[in-house]
């Protein structure tokens, strides 16, 4: 069973529909990092990209959930996150306009 034990997220400025990057712990015993978070060009949702390093012309894989169990528990994991940092900022944004609008 795969259990995500710790997920951070850094946002980014937008670009081509990159929005964060997160960074995973699997089982408290795995790090992975630079896990790419794009918004989908419906607007529903997210997705996920890995990390990948071109060697002669070609991107290899450097890593990525192996099935469709532990690919869902890191999905779950870091898009319940990346819902509530952007809710955070959100509503930080919100109460700064609001101040501002007071003077």
């Not at 400025?13 to 015993?29: C, E, H, T």
């Not at 290899?60 to 900022?89: D, G, M, Q, W």
Request: with cysteine; aromatic share 8%.
């Amino acid at each position: 069973m795969t259990r995500v034990s710790e997920v951070q997220i850094v946002p980014i400025k937008a670009q081509n529909g990159l929005i964060a990057f997160a960074s995973i712990v699997i089982n408290d015993s795995f790090y992975f990092g630079s896990i790419g978070v794009h918004s989908r060009i419906d607007g529903s949702g997210y997705r996920l990209t890995y990390p990948t390093k071109p060697v002669g012309g070609r991107d290899l894989n450097i890593y990525h959930p192996t099935n469709k169990e532990a690919s869902e528990a890191i999905e779950r994991a870091i898009f319940a996150k990346v819902k509530e940092v952007i809710e955070r900022c959100n509503d930080r944004y919100n109460s700064t306009k609001t101040e501002l609008q007071r003077i």
